[in-house]
C-alpha cells in the first residue's frame, strides 16, 4: 500500500491537474476570507455586499467546473432561503425581512461553491486555501485591533500596506526553489538491502 502511494506520489501531475488545485484553492480561500470578514471582521460587508461577492465566486467555479453539487443538506436549505423568499410577501418590515434572506443565502451559495470545490475538485487544496484564508482573516484582525490600524489615519494605513503586500511577493521567490528541492531527495528504486548482523 505504501509503495502505491509512494508511486503516485513521485508521478508529475499534468499541468491541467495543478491549474485546477490552484484554482480550487484560490476559490476555497476567497470564500473563506470573504464569509469571517463578512461574519466577524467589517461592519462595512454587509451580507448584501457578501452576496455580490459569491455570486461571481459561483460563475468562476461553474467555469472551471460545470457541475454543482447538492447534498441532502442544499436541498433542506434551499427550501429554506425559499421559505424567507415568501415571508418577504406578508411581513411587515421588509427592510428586517431582508436582514434574515441575505445572510441564509450567502450561507447557501457558500455551501454549493466549497460542496462542489470538495467534491468536483482537489480537496488538499481546497482545504489549503481554506486554512489559507482563515489565516489571512487572523492577521487582519491582528493587524486592525491589535495594532488598532482600523483607529488610524488612512496615511499611516496606506504607508504599511503596501510593503505587507511587496514582502508577501517577495516569497514567490523562493517558490520555485522549493519545487526544486523537493527532487533532490533520496529516492528508493527497490528495497534497501538488509545490514548483516554479527554474531558472537
Request: aromatic fraction near 12%; include cysteine; proline fraction near 7%.
Amino acid at each position: 500500500m505504501s509503495h502505491r502511494i509512494e508511486t503516485m506520489l513521485d508521478r508529475p501531475r499534468p499541468m491541467r491537474q495543478q491549474l485546477a488545485a490552484i484554482e480550487a484553492g484560490f476559490l476555497a480561500a476567497v470564500c473563506t476570507f470573504a464569509l469571517v470578514m463578512g461574519t466577524v471582521f467589517f461592519e462595512a460587508v454587509t451580507p448584501s455586499r457578501l452576496l455580490l461577492m459569491l455570486i461571481p465566486l459561483l460563475l468562476i467555479q461553474m467555469l472551471a467546473c460545470p457541475r454543482l453539487f447538492l447534498c441532502r443538506e442544499s436541498v433542506l436549505y434551499l427550501a429554506f432561503v425559499a421559505y424567507l423568499f415568501l415571508t418577504l410577501l406578508w411581513t411587515p418590515d421588509p427592510v428586517l425581512g431582508m436582514n434574515t434572506l441575505f445572510p441564509a443565502v450567502d450561507f447557501l451559495l457558500i455551501q454549493i461553491i466549497m460542496g462542489s470545490l470538495v467534491r468536483f475538485g482537489d480537496a488538499p487544496a481546497v482545504l489549503l486555501g481554506t486554512l489559507i484564508g482563515l489565516s489571512v482573516v487572523k492577521a487582519a484582525m491582528i493587524i486592525a485591533y491589535f495594532m488598532h490600524l482600523k483607529f488610524e489615519r488612512l496615511s499611516l494605513i496606506l504607508t504599511i500596506v503596501p510593503m505587507l503586500v511587496i514582502c508577501i511577493c517577495l516569497f514567490f521567490v523562493f517558490f520555485p526553489d522549493s519545487f526544486r528541492s523537493s527532487d533532490l531527495r533520496y529516492k528508493y528504486k527497490e528495497k534497501p538491502p538488509a545490514e548483516a548482523t554479527e554474531t558472537p
